[in-house]
């Protein structure tokens, strides 16, 4: 059920089917449930979930379309389904959405993380969500306004609420060729792994001016390449970079391998114990600190 493979169990197992399903959810305990879409980016540390939940997703719909002004066409979207078919639903009424085509998982995932691709944010369309609320035990219609949404995160990623639908809007003059991001998709798979893997383990850290001058200086960078791994807008240097500086670039432990492709990529290449990968991340973290004196985060959601 997750990308990584690590053969994690727990005490339950709901699995999400038919409309008639989603009356289990009231008997589900809200303080132990974790919600599986494409399981891209979940990483389970335990090999067994005590009074734990765990929930799939399979129920599937139809664009439901709500209304339209001058502008803008509104939308009821399912969104556990795949980015790639969720896009080729979408170009029946609109091109906004072809910047999202290289992402992988589904659409879920994409709102609660708030992810982005080429300037595109998911949260950029989205009005409202009608979901399963384990704490009050119904089901609710959240406001976009309610849900705290901003960089790589929303109040969603706490996990109270399941998503089932969401309200989107979208405009009608935007334009956009998708096979700009069909040869950008093509590029990455030759770039970055694509098994036994999360995607991309940590963010790019932010790092101060002092912090930016003394990397500058100590690794005698030109700006023509300082630009390349440094991001102004973000003040976000790339952790792909302080990796394979860092000398990390295959090493490899309790069968956990730092990428040979892509070292922001930790691959499982045969261990069954998802703590191992938590290690490889650690250690990481500290090589990181002790050389450049920076702070990573997960960018993978790690449940322990």
């Known amino acids: ?27 589900i305990n809200e303080e132990n449930i974790i919600i599986f879409g ?17 929930i799939k997703f399979d129920l599937e719909w139809d664009w439901e379309k709500t209304g339209e002004d001058g502008n803008n066409l509104y939308f009821n979207i399912y969104v556990w389904e795949h980015i790639s078919k969720f896009i080729a639903k979408s170009l029946e009424y609109t091109n906004t959405f072809n910047p999202l085509y290289w992402l992988p998982g589904n659409i879920w ?15 950029d369309f989205v009005e409202s969500i009608y979901g399963y609320d384990f704490k009050g035990k119904k089901f609710v219609t959240i406001e976009k306004k309610e849900l705290n949404f901003k960089y790589r995160y929303s109040s969603l990623i706490l996990g109270s609420c399941l998503i089932i639908k969401a309200n989107i809007r979208v405009p009608k003059n935007y334009k956009s060729n998708i096979h700009h991001y069909i040869e950008y998709a093509k590029q990455r798979i030759e770039v970055q792994p694509v098994w036994n893997s999360c995607g991309k383990y940590f963010y790019d850290p932010k790092i101060s001016p002092q912090t930016a001058a003394k990397i500058m200086n100590e690794f005698w960078i030109k700006e023509e390449e300082w630009n390349k791994i440094f991001t102004q807008e ?10 394979e500086k860092a000398w990390l670039k295959w090493y490899e432990k309790n069968w ?18 998802g703590q191992d990968i938590v290690d490889m991340g650690n250690y990481i973290k500290k090589v990181i ?5 920076i702070e990573l985060i997960e960018e993978v959601r790690i449940i322990i």
């Open 1 to 27: 059920m997750t990308t990584y493979n690590v053969g994690s169990t727990a005490d339950h197992f709901l699995h999400i089917e038919t409309i008639e399903d989603l009356e289990k959810l009231s008997n």
């Open 38 to 54: 494409w399981g891209s980016n979940i990483l389970l540390a335990k090999k067994h979930y005590k009074n734990t939940s765990f």
């Open 109 to 123: 995932g994409s709102m609660i993380g708030n992810t982005w691709s080429f300037g595109t944010h998911m949260w």
């Open 234 to 243: 973000t003040n976000t240097i790339s952790v792909k970079w302080l990796i």
């Open 256 to 273: 956990v391998q730092i990428s040979t492709l892509h070292p922001n990529f930790l691959m499982n290449i045969w261990t069954n114990n």
């Open 289 to 293: 600190k002790e050389k450049f004196d």
